[in-house]
Nanobody, 124 residues
């Protein structure tokens, strides 16, 4: 059974940094496009960014220049480094894998596997 487990969430002041990790088990991420999404209660899940198997990344405009996605295929881990955090970054952050689309990388409906999420709160 494929399992994705996020970790690293927490509370931080505006301007601070957090690093999230997503460990995949019973699944190899080597040839997979993976992504980070975030969601507020009652809101739609929105893409933060994606990484293809070679590590090429795409980001939502709201996080460009502040967030960085990286991956360790050998360890089956996807990372999200978040810098210069803002209160509007507060959300539950989810890792996604198993992209089955063509190029709609930011569509959550096209990912087969999801983690349980980790909460990020940015507040003074």
């Amino acid at each position: 059974q494929v399992k994705l487990v996020e970790s690293g969430g927490g509370s931080v002041q505006p301007g601070g940094s957090l690093a999230l990790s997503c460990l995949a088990s019973s699944y190899s991420i080597t040839n997979d496009r993976m992504a980070w999404f975030r969601q507020l209660p009652g809101k739609q899940r929105e893409a933060v960014g994606t990484s293809d198997s070679a590590g090429n990344t795409r980001y939502a405009d709201s996080v460009k220049g502040r967030f960085t996605i990286s991956r360790d295929n050998a360890q089956n881990i996807l990372y999200l480094q978040m810098n210069t955090l803002k209160p509007e970054d507060t959300a539950m952050y989810y890792c996604a894998a198993g992209f089955r689309g063509y190029n709609a990388y930011f569509d959550p409906r096209l990912y087969n596997y999801w983690g349980q999420g980790t909460q990020v709160t940015v507040s003074s």
